[in-house]
């Protein structure tokens, strides 16, 4: 399935990456957006402050992104994940995220967390695929009851 995609290492400041949350902001906004006040979440999602992103192409065209940021010595966080519509359903996501977890255990991260939105039940399904349980809202995240929080161990 995955054979015509290309991942790729990069970072916040990939035109491709930034492309790509472009289009998750539009998409989120489109789907949450009359229900959610998104603009309290923009500076916690900052690209700069991203050192290892993905983007993902299929036959070199854009088919999604990912990314992971330090959150503290042991942990990363999983950010701006996203795939276009028309590239949904090949396993795209599983194995972006898969990848991000591989590229935080090489840099030497012990536990990933991430916040999605109650709303985002694919999402959430995938995650728990992926080996995340839900935890106690975090951080900047405490205090935002929409928020859905997990994590996992990386081993």
């Not at 492309?19 to 789907?31: G, K, Q, T, V």
């Not at 795209?92 to 939105?117: D, N």
């Not at 728990?128 to 928020?147: Q, T, V």
């Amino acid at each position: 399935m995955l054979y015509n995609m290309k991942f790729l290492r990069t970072d916040g400041q990939d035109r491709d990456f930034a492309e790509n949350c472009r289009r998750l902001d539009a998409d989120l906004e489109a789907r949450v957006g009359r229900e959610i006040q998104r603009g309290k979440y923009e500076k916690y999602n900052q690209l700069d402050a991203i050192h290892e992103a993905i983007v993902v192409y299929e036959d070199g065209v854009l088919a999604g992104a990912g990314a992971i940021r330090r959150y503290d010595d042991a942990s990363v966080e999983l950010k701006r994940i996203y795939v276009s519509p028309m590239f949904r359903r090949k396993g795209i996501a599983q194995e972006l995220v898969s990848q991000l977890i591989q590229w935080a255990k090489e840099v030497g991260y012990r536990r990933m967390l991430l916040e999605t939105g109650e709303k985002l039940s694919g999402s959430i399904a995938l995650y728990a695929k992926l080996g995340f349980e839900r935890i106690p809202n975090y951080g900047p995240y405490a205090d935002m009851p929409e928020s859905i929080c997990m994590a996992r161990e990386i081993q």
